[in-house]
């Protein structure tokens, strides 16, 4: 099974949508792979042969333009990276800055409970 390793990232070949493409990691570029992986943002990413990034992670510029395929206007039979292609296309979010504690979710709780029983809903 192939699957995207960017952070967040649900791409995989078993459900692909219409044009996701998966590519490999730069392993014989070790410049150019450092970029892909401080691009990652990944504190141990799985540096392997069978390591993909998904398409959706590269901006159109990134890829090899068919010349052929657009002036006779058939399909492309595949995406290419151009040369030093890096992935820059990621939605990070800030979890920590999201994600509620234990003790914030009973203190809600058990304000809530109180002021059921006043009438009054604090949400």
Avoid: Y
Wanted: hydrophobic share 35%; charged share 30%.
């Amino acid at each position: 099974m192939v699957f995207c390793i960017a952070f967040g990232c649900s791409n995989r070949d078993k459900d692909l949508k219409q044009g996701v493409s998966f590519f490999r990691l730069p392993l014989k570029d070790t410049a150019l792979l450092k970029k892909w992986v401080a691009q990652l943002k990944l504190q141990d990413p799985p540096i392997t042969t069978s390591s993909r990034v998904c398409s959706e992670h590269f901006t159109s510029e990134d890829f090899v333009r068919d010349m052929q395929a657009e002036l006779l206007g058939v399909k492309p039979r595949g995406r290419r990276l151009v040369k030093n292609a890096i992935p820059t296309v990621f939605s990070f979010r800030d979890n920590r800055a999201r994600s509620t504690t234990a003790m914030e979710k009973r203190a809600r709780v058990q304000v809530s409970k109180s002021d059921k029983s006043s009438g009054i809903s604090l949400v």
